[in-house]
């Protein structure tokens, strides 16, 4: 990625965590939905958004849809609070790696934990 696209991509997730925090009042937002990376594409049209929401995958679903459907909007409010143009098309998607970090580091301290009392219970 280029500098300008970083930068795009980084302006685009501030600006559009807070239109998300503070202008839509969609239900099935539910509580805590993020916006945890933006990725534009090189030539500035695309974005892909990515959001994780408090909750499973079900809520996370949910949330990509509400967000699908609020585009229209995002966009138009994007244009008002930013000189660039055009404002690109946002493509919404669920991420999931905090819920898979969280597994991951599960999964380590089982086995830390296995390790930690199997050569103990090996010696008796």
């Known amino acids: 990625m280029?500098?300008?696209?970083?930068?795009?991509s980084n302006l685009l997730r501030?600006?559009?965590?807070?239109l998300i925090q503070r202008e839509l009042n969609d239900p099935r937002l539910g509580g805590l939905v993020s916006v945890t990376t933006v990725e534009t594409t090189p030539d500035l049209l695309t974005a892909r958004v990515f959001i994780s929401a408090l909750g499973g995958k079900?809520?996370?679903?949910?949330?990509?849809r509400a967000l699908g459907k609020a585009e229209?909007?995002?966009?138009?409010a994007l244009r008002d609070r930013l000189e660039m143009r055009p404002i690109p098309a946002l493509h919404f998607e669920a991420d999931a790696s905090i819920e898979e970090?969280?597994?991951?580091?599960t999964l380590?301290?089982?086995?830390?934990?296995?390790?930690?009392?199997?050569?103990?219970?090996?010696?008796?």
């Open 14 to 18: 501030r600006e559009l965590s807070t």
């Open 101 to 105: 970090g969280v597994n991951v580091s």
């Open 2 to 8: 280029s500098r300008r696209t970083d930068r795009v």
């Open 58 to 64: 079900e809520e996370r679903e949910s949330a990509v």
């Open 72 to 76: 229209g909007f995002l966009r138009r």
């Open 108 to 124: 380590i301290d089982h086995v830390a934990a296995e390790r930690s009392t199997g050569p103990e219970t090996e010696k008796r």
